[in-house]
């Protein structure tokens, strides 16, 4: 089945630069792709989706790339704030069943002021 | 706005005690989800519903079942809570995009 491999490690950034966080899938390439933020004791709140076919998509400071040759998203926060401080977990639809997710285990990421 | 609410956001249970964990959604998705959240392990699904009266396990069902008898509702029932529920329960709808309650801090004594 999919495996999906978030940096479980924090990630620690000073305010201002930009923060990339990296979503590496096993097995076949999804139908697309979705990010979440989630704060603490808080559910996932949905941020950006991009498709099998597209390179990029933006939205304000976000942006997310998707690579099916390396089997890998990047997900970009340009000039992060310490109000961006939270999880980030990354979920991919399978092309075969648009109901099944797989969800990585997130990446904490910590914005110093 | 688009909202599911949990019926708690925190639970203490003693062992072998049967608990029921509510879930509605206000949007009319055919399709809800239970999942469990564990440090290190990530969401993982228990039971998710397409539509009223309709069940399907998860990854995870082993301990747990679920009613839905409305569309909006949808409960998760630990027939006899142990230990190793204790947990961090979600439920979520969805139509494309996963919509999640604010989550249940569930501890078992």
């Known amino acids: 089945s999919q495996k999906i491999e978030q940096n479980s490690e924090a990630l620690n950034i000073q305010e201002g630069k930009t923060a990339t966080l990296t979503c590496n899938y096993t097995n076949y390439s999804p139908a697309y792709l979705q990010w979440y933020r989630q704060d603490p004791g808080r559910g996932p709140v949905f941020l950006l989706l991009i498709r099998e076919n597209e390179k990029e998509k933006r939205k304000e400071r976000l942006k997310v790339t998707f690579d099916t040759t390396l089997k890998q998203s990047l997900f970009h926060i340009t000039a992060s704030q310490p109000a961006d401080s939270a999880t980030y977990l990354c979920a991919l639809v399978s092309k075969y069943n648009f109901n099944k997710f797989y969800f990585g285990s997130g990446t904490k990421l910590n914005v110093k002021p | 706005d688009v909202k599911v609410t949990q019926s708690s956001r925190y639970l203490v249970k003693r062992t072998g005690e049967k608990v029921f964990l509510e879930c509605v959604q206000d949007?009319?998705?055919?399709?809800m989800f239970w999942y469990r959240q564990d440090p290190g392990l990530g969401l993982r699904l228990i039971y998710f519903?397409?539509?009223?009266?309709?069940?399907e396990k998860g990854d995870i069902p082993e301990g747990y079942s679920v009613s839905r008898e409305k569309k909006e509702r949808f409960s998760l029932i630990l027939e006899s809570a142990s230990t190793n529920q204790t947990s961090m329960y979600l439920c979520?709808?969805?139509?494309?995009?996963?919509?999640f309650g604010p989550g249940t801090r569930l501890t078992v004594l």
């Open positions: 979520a709808s969805s139509k494309g995009v996963r919509f």
């Open positions: 519903s397409y539509d009223v009266k309709m069940k």
């Open positions: 949007m009319d998705h055919e399709n």
